[in-house]
């Protein structure tokens, strides 16, 4: 069964510094999509991405973060400059429709500690 | 705004006992609802989905949801729950309104722990 991969499982980086998480959606899925849930917090929308651009953003991602796909495969997320509170859980999803009215299908998540 | 609320941090059941979580939403127009399950160092799996029709949904290992949009409620439910059970789950309404790409709005989950 097709599934979303995430890399690496555990991203440990000092504040300040640029992270990159990668995502492998689902080859035939359109739409892709970064999450975030910080520990004891609610899982919380981050971009989805269709057609090689942002279609949607919430206020949570602000000029720190960027997303990319660098080729038919790969769906990035980098945050530039790390502070603390971007410790949290990344998860990646993909679905072959609009979202609202489609399955997403989640990746087991990147776990990214900023000290 | 639109929002999830689980009502329930932490639910402890026996095993064979029967499972209800709770599940109540707010948004203006006809929800796309879902509830995914999370295990310990998992990522999210689709339990099951509600888009139209049939307000009671089947989905995976024996759990189904009732949508009831008089009390906006989107309740999991399992007549007996297996040790296996234990994770935590999430619900979740898919945004689908105007321009929106259909992200989804969760809630802040609820663990259940499973006691043999």
């Known amino acids: 069964e097709p599934e979303v991969t995430q890399t690496p499982s555990h991203q440990v980086t000092q504040m300040g510094q640029e992270v990159i998480l990668r995502c492998v959606p689902i080859?035939?899925?359109?739409?892709f999509y970064w999450y975030r849930q910080i520990l004891g917090q609610k899982v919380e929308f981050l971009v989805s991405f269709y057609n090689n651009e942002i279609s949607e953003k919430s206020e949570i991602f602000d000029d720190q973060f960027s997303v990319e796909r660098p080729d038919g495969s790969n769906f990035t997320l980098k945050i530039r400059s790390t502070k603390l509170e971007d410790s949290a859980m990344y998860f990646c999803?993909?679905?072959?429709?609009?979202?609202?009215?489609?399955?997403?299908?989640f990746g087991p998540g990147t776990r990214l500690t900023v000290t | 705004a639109q929002s999830v609320t689980q009502p329930d941090i932490h639910i402890t059941v026996s095993e064979g006992a029967s499972l209800e979580l709770r599940c109540n939403y707010s948004?203006?127009?006809?929800?796309?609802l879902f509830w995914y399950v999370q295990s310990p160092g998992q990522g999210l799996q689709l339990l099951l989905k509600?888009?139209?029709?049939?307000?009671l949904v089947q989905g995976i290992k024996g759990f189904e949801a009732e949508f009831k949009r008089s009390q906006s409620s989107f309740n999991l439910r399992k007549p007996s729950v297996h040790w296996s059970d234990a994770a935590e789950y999430f619900c979740?309404?898919?945004?689908?309104?105007?321009?929106?790409?259909?992200?989804?709005?969760f809630g802040k989950g609820t663990k259940l722990s499973v006691k043999p």
């Open positions: 080859s035939n899925h359109l739409y």
């Open positions: 979740a309404v898919g945004t689908n309104y105007g321009g929106s790409q259909g992200n989804l709005i």
């Open positions: 948004y203006g127009a006809t929800p796309y």
């Open positions: 509600y888009f139209s029709g049939d307000t």
């Open positions: 999803a993909s679905s072959r429709y609009r979202g609202g009215g489609d399955e997403q299908y």
